[in-house]
């Protein structure tokens, strides 16, 4: 099956650095990726559809100057986030679509990112 | 956007069958219904899809009556190992390649398996 990849799995970083998480599809070409957030004991939340070589489109509430997502390629896409506050602590998960033509589109989740700011 | 509600937890022990129902009234017609399981600390894992009757393979059930209104994922025979949150998902069945694509996730169901 499809593998999405994430790293770090895990970053601690002090307020008001920033962190860069990214996603990378490994057998597959995702032209599109999803950013998600999820709070302890809550469901996953989406922040952003990601499309390659354009620029993501960002849900309703989130701020797109400070959680910035860059697909360079076909492979990988990037989360930024920017002046991380203690409230950014949270897990960030991606998923990638591999559709083929005709099918039912498919996600494919990573592992998720745990971030935390001290 | 379909708003799905699923049960907030659910208890069985080990070796049962285990039927976990989710209420989308508001479906579209070319929504797909997705269910995924997810382990703490861990992204959600694809367990099955189906778009209208029954879906089957080798680790669940998938059954949608006529009107689409609700599917209930079915778990033979659970273990230990399925203790979980199980997650089911409306969405369109391809992304139009712009804008959002309109995800939405319920709130889950925490699966407890009992020995």
């Known amino acids: 099956g499809a593998v999405v990849s994430q790293h770090p799995s895990w970053v601690i970083c002090k307020s008001g650095t920033s962190v860069k998480i990214e996603c990378r599809s490994l057998?597959?070409?995702?032209?599109?990726m999803f950013w998600y957030r999820q709070f302890p004991k809550q469901s996953l939340m989406l922040m952003a559809t990601s499309n390659e070589g354009s620029k993501a489109t960002y849900e309703q509430g989130v701020e797109k100057d400070k959680f910035l997502i860059n697909h360079a390629s076909l492979t990988l896409s990037t989360l930024t986030v920017t002046s991380a506050h203690p409230e950014d602590s949270s897990f960030y998960i991606c998923?990638?679509?591999?559709?083929?033509?005709?099918?039912?589109?498919?996600?494919?989740f990573g592992p998720g990112t745990r971030l935390t700011v001290t | 956007l379909a708003k799905t509600t699923q049960p907030i937890s659910m208890d069985s022990y080990e070796g049962q069958e285990v039927n976990i129902t989710c209420s989308h009234n508001?479906?579209?017609?070319?929504?797909?219904i997705t269910w995924y399981q997810q382990f703490p600390s861990q992204g959600p894992r694809f367990i099955i899809q189906g778009y209208k009757t029954k879906v089957t393979n080798e680790v669940a059930s998938l059954f949608i009556p006529a009107d689409r209104k609700s599917s209930t994922l079915s778990l033979p025979r659970v273990s230990l190992s399925d203790t979980a949150v199980y997650y089911c998902l409306v969405a369109p069945a391809k992304y139009s390649g712009a804008g959002s694509y309109q995800l939405t996730f319920g709130k889950g169901t925490k699966l407890s398996v009992i020995p």
């Open positions: 057998d597959f070409q995702a032209t599109t």
């Open positions: 998923s990638a679509n591999s559709p083929t033509e005709g099918q039912v589109t498919e996600q494919y």
């Open positions: 508001n479906i579209a017609t070319n929504d797909y």
